[in-house]
């Protein structure tokens, strides 16, 4: 299981922290991501994270960072220097089965959190 936090209505360039914590099992194994959807728009790819490597979106490089701290079982999204574009509903994820970028591919979703961007 999977639990989002962190969201909330911020300021263009301001910034927050989401966090997603797993219970029921270790994820420290699994590729960790981050996904996010704007009304009327598709679940987009922004971050992911395994023992490959930290991979980021075009649009949020130099931004967002994510990371993970397994002894918590836990992994973040930093988020610097928002834009109004990055209003959305943010999803964590664990476990794919192939590409990172594509939401298909990912086996667990936690719930969800809002992030509002004002301008």
């Known amino acids: 299981q999977l639990q989002a936090f962190g969201g909330g209505l911020v300021q263009a360039g301001g910034s927050l922290r989401l966090s997603c914590a797993a219970s029921g099992r270790t994820f420290s194994s699994f590729a960790m991501g981050w996904f996010r959807q704007a009304p009327g728009k598709e679940r987009e790819f922004v971050a992911a994270?395994?023992?490959?490597?930290?991979y980021h979106a075009d649009s949020v490089k130099g931004r967002f960072t994510m990371t993970r701290d397994n002894a918590k079982n836990t992994v973040y999204l930093q988020m610097d220097s928002l834009k109004s574009e990055d209003t959305a509903v943010y999803y964590c994820a664990a476990e794919t089965t192939g590409s990172y970028y594509y939401s298909a591919n990912w086996k667990y979703w936690g719930q969800g959190t809002q992030v509002t961007v004002s301008s």
């Open positions: 994270i395994s023992w490959r490597g930290t």
